[in-house]
């Protein structure tokens, strides 16, 4: 008996020096601690910029268990082109972990028309021959001093998927959309489930019948929108 003992001890040893150095060798170059960045952004998330003018970005800072690190900064912004763009700001630690924070930039045409657009709109769609009639969209005035005619849209393609085919909220095509000086409709930004942005959107507005009206082309869909206030 004893020396059975004496085998599943020296066994025991030997399992727990084989762990170890296996433990040993996938820890290896890495530390027991790993403090991750933390990004401090300046200013506002989203700025708005009128198309042709200038950003002066506020930028970010960085640190690290309390200590001030480089922060890296990428952007895709083309303030001569209405849409919406992001500056992003990065740090990364010692241990190759990074994080990233985005600023979104929207640019809108100074043109802007006076009419408050704000408020329902019983909207009709149809892609192809497939169409829906009566659905609700929502516009809501962005709230930003000194620029008039951007608003919040509750649904560009209004409802098709999310109460025409009943996939539910998540799949409407929210963003923001513009009314210039000269009517015309304009996508400022639009985001869905899937993650592709619209290819062009094309309409006006009329005054006199307070309805919005404009083709919306999404990969090789085109999506023809009418709503009235």
């Known amino acids: 008996m004893k020396n059975k003992i004496l085998i599943f001890t020296v066994l025991a040893l ?3 020096g084989f762990s170890s150095c296996d433990k040993e060798k996938t820890s290896a170059g890495v530390t027991d601690i790993t403090y991750y960045p933390e990004i401090d952004m300046a200013g506002n998330a989203v700025v708005y910029i009128p198309m042709g003018g200038t950003y002066d970005d506020p930028g970010a800072t960085a640190q690290i268990n309390g200590e001030d690190v480089p922060v890296d900064v990428s952007s895709n912004l083309d303030a001569s082109t209405v849409g919406s763009y992001a500056i992003g700001y990065s740090a990364t630690n010692t241990d190759g972990f990074s994080k990233t924070v985005n600023r979104q930039v929207v640019v809108y045409d100074p043109n802007m028309i006076s009419d408050d657009l704000s408020g329902s709109y019983t909207a009709n769609v149809d892609r192809g021959g497939e169409s829906y009639a009566g659905n609700s969209v929502t516009l809501t005035d962005i709230g930003v001093a000194g620029v008039t005619g951007v608003y919040e849209i509750s649904d560009w393609i209004a409802g098709f998927y999310a109460v025409g085919r009943d996939y539910g909220a998540n799949y409407a095509f929210t963003g923001l959309i513009q009314i210039n000086g000269d009517n015309e409709v304009l996508e400022l930004s639009m ?6 942005p619209f290819n062009s959107v094309v309409g006006s507005y009329d005054a006199g019948t307070n309805t919005i009206s404009y083709t919306a082309s ?4 085109e999506f023809v929108v009418d709503m009235t206030k």
Do not use: E
């Open 14 to 16: 030997l399992m727990a």
């Open 191 to 196: 985001s869905n489930p899937w993650g592709d």
């Open 218 to 221: 999404w990969l090789s869909y």
